[in-house]
């Protein structure tokens, strides 16, 4: 009993928005297959952006609200691709290549920035978003045609100076990186597979501590998957780009029992005593459960109506085991230190300026690649508006989430994406339902927003008092 | 044998903005050797570990003078870094643990083992993996060889504080090549059964050849466990001898020494009444790092209460607890009449006024004018200085700019005049404003905290005398908290000494330096 009150109070702000998430469905009315379909495409949309809040969370930096200047860094580049005239996955990888580093450049210039002012850095990315937002324009509007020579109509103002409110990306970069097939992906991946094992063995040899037989392993099984593509029926369900929300989830499933399997036998063989055979069966278990619920009739409707991207469902997942994988690394690790204790990492040698600042490069990278995503799969550039409100809704996501300004994690900027945008999806409806006035709705729409900035940090404010308090009464 | 020292530090002097706080300081300690540093506070020991250590705040104030050698080698040391380098360790007084991490990554912060990666050989070391099954198994060896029986993989932050100084100990030893370990005051925040055991790994630690600088001012156990003691005293070494050729008593008396001048020349009047005008029982104060665990006392009218003691054994404590600043419990009466401790300003309210020692933080509005700082407490709290209009009250502008005047030349306050903004004063002068502060109140009982700190010697002088007229002519009952045992011996009638938040001693002021000595140890 104890232990589920635990449970409630450390999840409140979830629970609190899964509550008001199923209640607006409930009002709203809408076709469960609309909201899943429109669902799937935000967290396509706007997951990679949510997760790139998390590095500076962790370096103790509070909520990066600087991302804005990363989503200005995008935008920069998408301008310019659109005006050369490339398109396709080709100008995408210009948008990547011109973003970059204009990204890390201004990351840095964040990072020396936050230095300065340890310790107000969420109010100092609001504001530093605020005057970008004020550079950007003065670029757009007057330096672009007004001092650099731009001709050309679609783009430019009739007068001949500065940017028009709007590009339309269709034709361009629309689905650029939604519409990249599986099977490109596939061969890139195996391709990067073979060359990184390819590198660990001629390291391994030059600096004689060979690296082990795996890497062996994994050059010979690449070919071999390679020539696999080349199967027709393979070759055809991997052509396309788009992956039915079923296929997705049972393959997961499957993964799941595969992988659990393959533990239970390596793990017998090395015959490791304290290995426990309860949860992986567990896990299985869950698996299996989750494939009988897939023939449920609402469900399967889902699953059938709905179809994912997969190579930018592919970049998420990526950015989340990036995550993860950097966690790993002393990097990682001094970042963490810095985040807790800043005189600590002093004490320890870590340079802890220098952590602050790769923290918010990388930060500043991410959201910039997140906001090339997010264009891409909208496909309208709205050139002026694009980016000044991606801090408050990708933050606001990463709250609703359970996240706070101390901690956050891949898990709960996922579970924010999913919660928040729900919300954001049945509010009109639900508006229209309740109050029979779509406007209404509409304006819920901000509500949700900032309320759930504000309601979220004065929970997370609660319940860390609460904390406080409890070492100081054990001193006595 | 001519490298028979580990550490040598040779003639010490540094010197803080024209004020010399260590002269010609020698420090020896040989391998193996447990050495104790005694000394009151700001006798100088953390300005000497500093030099040590290399930390920025020795280099920022223009360096020291004289040569500090390891195994006989000179060796500049000018960063923390560099102090590692050369096998020195700290085990700090306020812990340096990150209280959302493992024991294992605590003892292994900054100093993480790692594995190298196909991305960390291309691009920089920051990238390689942790080893986190080594790391831990580092940290297990660490642990076990000083006896300590957690798992390695348990938060801090559950730890019981006692623990805590363990896992502190932990990371220094399995730092490589560590041959010198300054404990400083490690004793302190632990119970005697934890102390003991510290003490114990110590001397372990001690038998393994690694020099120890054990800083405390608990004289027991320095007679106990340490070979060989420093004491030092207002900069200077007074003595360096074995422990076992001197006594509990010498030092003690060492430490405190009798200091030749005497800050006022006329001595506090007899003692007539018999009347209780403070008692405190069963006093506790929540105040961090200035803990009060249990305090009885009971201060008559019309004298001149001392309470001294080191910093952070709890006599600030009292002083904020009762004036409602920091929590607290027990029982407060004010001339027979019980205080409500959960209510702020009760103090106040019954007479009692303050005079902060956080003189910038607590005490004054350093943007506001001399005038203001002088009646904001009456207006407040007993609503002088207004004009009542029944319906709204105003202001008395004249009334205040008249006590103001009064003040200051009272208290020879050297200022514009009244309408001077307080924080261009010097520090003497608003130490004065605040005194002017609290009398303004005509408050029964006035607490003055630390009332000389950061003061120059003249207005030492000025404010410790007219504290003395206004007990003898006035018959304030007065309660001075302070650092300096000097001050407190050359004005009060009586002197509390508070050790570990609790009354060591209560003693006249002419009672021996030993004695003094023995209580601030808390023996």
């Given at each position: 009993?104890?232990?589920?009150?635990?449970?409630v109070?450390?999840?409140?702000?979830?629970?609190?928005?899964?509550?008001?998430?199923?209640a607006?469905?409930?009002?709203?009315?809408?076709?469960?297959?609309?909201?899943?379909?429109?669902?799937?495409?935000?967290?396509?949309r706007?997951?990679?952006?949510?997760?790139?809040?998390?590095?500076?969370?962790?370096?103790?930096m509070?909520?990066?609200?600087?991302?804005?200047?990363g989503?200005?860094?995008?935008q920069?580049?998408v301008?310019?691709?659109?005006y050369?005239?490339?398109?396709?996955?080709?100008?995408f990888?210009?948008c990547?290549?011109?973003?970059?580093p204009?990204?890390i450049?201004?990351?840095?210039?964040?990072?020396?920035?936050?230095?300065?002012?340890?310790?107000?850095?969420?109010?100092?990315?609001l504001?530093?978003?605020y005057?970008?937002?004020?550079?950007?324009?003065?670029?757009?509007?007057?330096i672009?045609?007004?001092?650099?020579?731009?001709?050309?109509?679609?783009?430019?103002?009739?007068?001949?100076?500065?940017?028009?409110?709007?590009?339309?990306?269709?034709g361009?970069?629309?689905?650029?990186l939604?519409?990249?097939p599986m099977?490109h992906?596939?061969?890139i991946?195996?391709?990067?597979?073979?060359?990184?094992?390819?590198?660990?063995i001629?390291?391994?040899?030059?600096k004689?501590?060979?690296?082990?037989?795996?890497?062996?392993?994994?050059?010979?099984?690449?070919?071999?998957?390679?020539a696999?593509?080349?199967?027709?029926?393979?070759?055809?369900?991997?052509?396309?780009?788009?992956?039915?929300?079923?296929?997705?989830?049972?393959?997961?499933?499957?993964?799941?029992?595969?992988?659990?399997?393959?533990?239970?036998?390596?793990?017998?063989?090395?015959?490791?005593?304290e290995?426990?055979?309860?949860?992986?069966?567990?896990?299985?278990?869950?698996?299996?459960g989750?494939?009988?619920?897939?023939?449920?009739?609402?469900?399967?409707?889902i699953?059938?109506?709905?179809?994912?991207p997969?190579?930018?469902?592919?970049?998420?997942?990526?950015?989340?085991?990036?995550?993860?994988a950097?966690l790993?690394?002393?990097?990682?690790?001094?970042?963490?230190?810095?985040?807790?204790?800043?005189?600590?990492a002093?004490?320890?040698?870590?340079?802890?300026d220098?952590?602050?600042?790769i923290?918010?490069?990388i930060?500043?990278?991410?959201?910039?690649?997140g906001?090339?995503?997010?264009?891409?799969?909208?496909?309208t550039f709205?050139?002026y508006?694009?980016?000044?409100q991606?801090?408050?809704?990708?933050?606001?996501?990463?709250?609703?989430?359970?996240?706070?300004v101390?901690?956050?994690?891949?898990?709960?900027?996922v579970i924010?994406?999913?919660l928040?945008?729900?919300?954001?999806i049945?509010?009109?409806?639900?508006?229209?339902?309740?109050?029979?006035?779509?406007?209404?709705?509409?304006?819920?729409?901000?509500?949700?927003?900032?309320?759930?900035?504000?309601v979220?940090?004065?929970?997370?404010?609660?319940?860390?008092?609460?904390?406080?308090?409890?070492?100081n009464?054990?001193?006595? | 044998?001519?490298?028979?020292?580990?550490?040598?530090?040779k003639?010490?002097?540094?010197e803080?903005?024209?004020?010399?706080v260590?002269?010609?300081?020698?420090?020896?300690?040989?391998?193996?050797?447990?050495?104790?540093?005694?000394?009151?506070?700001?006798?100088g020991?953390?300005?000497l570990?500093?030099?040590?250590?290399?930390m920025?705040?020795?280099g920022?104030t223009?360096?020291?003078?004289g040569?500090?050698?390891?195994?006989g080698?000179?060796?500049t040391?000018?960063?923390?870094h560099k102090?590692?380098d050369?096998?020195?360790?700290?085990?700090?007084?306020?812990?340096m643990l990150?209280?959302?991490?493992?024991?294992?990554?605590?003892?292994?912060?900054?100093?993480?083992?790692?594995r190298?990666s196909?991305?960390?050989?291309?691009?920089?070391?920051?990238?390689e993996?942790?080893?986190?099954?080594?790391?831990?198994?580092d940290?297990?060896?660490?642990?076990?060889?000083i006896?300590?029986?957690?798992?390695?993989?348990?938060?801090v932050?559950?730890l019981?504080?006692?623990?805590?100084?363990?896992?502190?100990?932990?990371?220094?030893?399995?730092?490589?090549?560590?041959?010198?370990?300054?404990?400083d005051?490690p004793t302190?925040?632990?119970?005697?059964?934890?102390a003991?055991?510290?003490?114990?790994i110590?001397?372990?630690?001690?038998?393994k050849?690694?020099a120890?600088?054990?800083?405390?001012h608990?004289?027991?156990?320095?007679?106990?466990?340490?070979?060989?003691?420093?004491?030092?005293?207002?900069?200077?070494l007074?003595?360096?001898?074995?422990?076992?050729?001197?006594s509990?008593?010498?030092?003690?008396?060492?430490?405190?020494?009798?200091?030749?001048?005497?800050?006022?020349?006329?001595?506090?009047?007899r003692?007539?009444?018999?009347?209780?005008?403070?008692?405190?029982q069963d006093?506790?104060?929540?105040?961090?790092?200035?803990m009060?665990?249990?305090?009885d006392l009971?201060?008559?009218?019309?004298?001149?209460?001392?309470?001294?003691g080191?910093?952070?054994?709890?006599?600030?404590g009292?002083?904020?607890?009762?004036?409602?600043?920091?929590?607290s419990?027990?029982?407060v009466s004010?001339?027979?009449?019980?205080?409500?401790?959960?209510?702020?300003?009760?103090?106040?309210?019954?007479?009692?006024?303050?005079?902060s020692?956080?003189?910038?933080?607590?005490?004054l509005?350093?943007d506001?004018?001399?005038?203001?700082?002088?009646v904001?407490?009456?207006i407040?709290?007993?609503e002088?200085f207004?004009?009542?209009?029944?319906?709204?009250k105003?202001?008395?502008?004249?009334?205040?700019?008249?006590?103001?005047?009064?003040?200051i030349?009272?208290?020879?306050?050297?200022?514009?005049?009244?309408?001077?903004?307080?924080?261009?004063?010097?520090?003497?002068?608003?130490?004065?404003?605040?005194?002017?502060?609290?009398?303004?109140l005509?408050?029964?009982?006035?607490?003055?905290?630390?009332?000389?700190?950061?003061?120059d010697?003249?207005?030492?002088?000025?404010?410790?005398?007219?504290?003395?007229?206004?007990?003898?002519?006035?018959?304030?009952?007065?309660?001075?908290?302070?650092s300096?045992?000097?001050?407190?011996?050359?004005l009060?009638?009586?002197?509390?000494?508070i050790?570990d938040?609790?009354?060591?001693?209560?003693?006249?002021?002419?009672?021996?330096?030993?004695?003094?000595?023995?209580?601030?140890?808390?023996n």
């Amino acid at each position: 009993m104890h232990k589920l009150k635990e449970l409630v109070l450390n999840n409140k702000v979830v629970l609190l928005f899964g509550l008001l998430c199923i209640a607006a469905i409930y009002t709203a009315q809408n076709p469960l297959t609309f909201v899943a379909g429109e669902l799937f495409t935000r967290i396509g949309r706007n997951g990679f952006m949510v997760l790139a809040l998390l590095i500076p969370v962790l370096a103790g930096m509070g909520l990066n609200f600087g991302i804005v200047i990363g989503a200005i860094a995008a935008q920069i580049a998408v301008f310019w691709t659109v005006y050369w005239g490339y398109t396709g996955s080709e100008g995408f990888l210009l948008c990547l290549l011109l973003s970059t580093p204009i990204a890390i450049f201004f990351g840095w210039l964040v990072g020396r920035m936050f230095n300065k002012m340890k310790g107000a850095e969420m109010i100092a990315g609001l504001v530093l978003g605020y005057f970008a937002d004020g550079l950007y324009q003065l670029f757009f509007l007057y330096i672009i045609g007004g001092i650099i020579p731009v001709y050309n109509e679609r783009l430019i103002i009739s007068g001949g100076i500065g940017v028009k409110n709007t590009i339309d990306l269709t034709g361009n970069l629309k689905y650029s990186l939604d519409n990249v097939p599986m099977l490109h992906i596939v061969k890139i991946v195996l391709a990067v597979l073979a060359v990184v094992s390819l590198i660990k063995i001629i390291l391994g040899v030059v600096k004689k501590n060979p690296l082990g037989h795996r890497s062996w392993i994994v050059l010979g099984a690449a070919p071999i998957a390679y020539a696999l593509t080349f199967v027709p029926a393979i070759k055809e369900y991997l052509s396309s780009d788009r992956l039915l929300l079923l296929h997705a989830v049972l393959s997961g499933l499957g993964a799941v029992i595969v992988w659990q399997s393959w533990l239970i036998v390596s793990n017998k063989i090395r015959r490791r005593k304290e290995y426990s055979l309860i949860r992986p069966l567990v896990y299985m278990a869950i698996a299996v459960g989750g494939c009988l619920l897939t023939y449920i009739k609402p469900v399967e409707k889902i699953l059938l109506y709905v179809k994912i991207p997969v190579t930018t469902y592919l970049c998420i997942v990526a950015l989340c085991l990036f995550n993860a994988a950097l966690l790993r690394t002393r990097l990682g690790q001094n970042m963490r230190t810095v985040g807790q204790s800043q005189t600590v990492a002093n004490a320890a040698g870590i340079n802890v300026d220098t952590t602050r600042i790769i923290a918010m490069i990388i930060s500043t990278t991410l959201a910039c690649w997140g906001q090339l995503i997010y264009l891409q799969n909208i496909g309208t550039f709205s050139t002026y508006g694009a980016h000044t409100q991606v801090g408050q809704y990708a933050i606001a996501a990463l709250l609703v989430g359970g996240a706070s300004v101390k901690k956050a994690s891949s898990k709960q900027a996922v579970i924010g994406v999913i919660l928040f945008h729900t919300l954001f999806i049945v509010a009109p409806q639900a508006g229209k339902q309740l109050f029979n006035n779509a406007q209404l709705g509409e304006y819920f729409r901000v509500f949700v927003a900032y309320g759930v900035i504000a309601v979220s940090l004065a929970m997370h404010a609660w319940k860390d008092r609460g904390k406080t308090k409890e070492p100081n009464r054990n001193r006595v | 044998m001519k490298t028979q020292f580990l550490l040598n530090m040779k003639d010490i002097s540094k010197e803080y903005f024209g004020n010399r706080v260590l002269k010609n300081v020698t420090l020896q300690v040989k391998p193996g050797e447990i050495h104790a540093l005694v000394g009151e506070n700001g006798a100088g020991k953390s300005t000497l570990m500093n030099i040590l250590f290399g930390m920025p705040v020795i280099g920022g104030t223009g360096g020291f003078e004289g040569e500090v050698e390891i195994n006989g080698e000179p060796v500049t040391i000018d960063a923390p870094h560099k102090a590692i380098d050369f096998g020195i360790g700290m085990v700090h007084q306020e812990f340096m643990l990150i209280p959302g991490f493992t024991v294992t990554e605590n003892i292994k912060v900054g100093r993480e083992t790692s594995r190298p990666s196909l991305l960390s050989q291309i691009l920089s070391k920051e990238l390689e993996t942790l080893d986190l099954e080594q790391m831990a198994a580092d940290a297990r060896k660490a642990l076990n060889e000083i006896g300590l029986n957690i798992e390695e993989y348990v938060l801090v932050a559950g730890l019981p504080v006692g623990y805590k100084q363990f896992v502190e100990i932990a990371r220094e030893i399995d730092k490589t090549g560590i041959k010198l370990l300054v404990f400083d005051e490690p004793t302190a925040v632990l119970t005697e059964s934890e102390a003991e055991r510290l003490l114990k790994i110590m001397k372990l630690i001690a038998q393994k050849d690694i020099a120890i600088i054990f800083i405390t001012h608990r004289l027991g156990e320095v007679m106990r466990y340490a070979d060989s003691v420093s004491v030092l005293r207002d900069g200077e070494l007074i003595m360096r001898t074995a422990v076992k050729d001197t006594s509990m008593v010498k030092i003690a008396e060492l430490m405190i020494g009798r200091k030749a001048q005497k800050y006022v020349d006329s001595v506090p009047g007899r003692l007539e009444s018999e009347e209780i005008a403070l008692s405190l029982q069963d006093f506790h104060v929540d105040m961090p790092g200035e803990m009060v665990r249990g305090i009885d006392l009971d201060i008559r009218q019309g004298e001149i209460f001392g309470i001294g003691g080191l910093s952070g054994q709890g006599k600030l404590g009292i002083a904020n607890g009762i004036m409602g600043l920091y929590s607290s419990q027990g029982k407060v009466s004010v001339f027979g009449r019980e205080l409500d401790l959960g209510k702020l300003g009760a103090a106040l309210a019954n007479g009692i006024a303050f005079v902060s020692e956080d003189r910038r933080g607590v005490g004054l509005l350093l943007d506001q004018s001399i005038e203001h700082n002088l009646v904001f407490s009456a207006i407040h709290i007993q609503e002088e200085f207004l004009i009542n209009l029944k319906l709204l009250k105003l202001y008395h502008r004249s009334k205040a700019r008249k006590h103001a005047q009064k003040m200051i030349k009272l208290l020879d306050i050297r200022c514009t005049g009244p309408a001077q903004k307080l924080g261009s004063l010097s520090g003497g002068n608003q130490q004065k404003v605040c005194l002017a502060r609290a009398l303004t109140l005509n408050p029964k009982i006035l607490i003055v905290s630390e009332p000389t700190r950061g003061i120059d010697i003249g207005a030492k002088k000025l404010v410790l005398e007219y504290l003395l007229n206004l007990n003898s002519q006035q018959g304030m009952t007065i309660i001075i908290i302070s650092s300096e045992l000097v001050e407190l011996r050359s004005l009060c009638h009586r002197i509390a000494i508070i050790a570990d938040g609790k009354v060591a001693r209560i003693m006249e002021p002419d009672a021996p330096d030993a004695e003094f000595g023995l209580a601030m140890s808390g023996n």
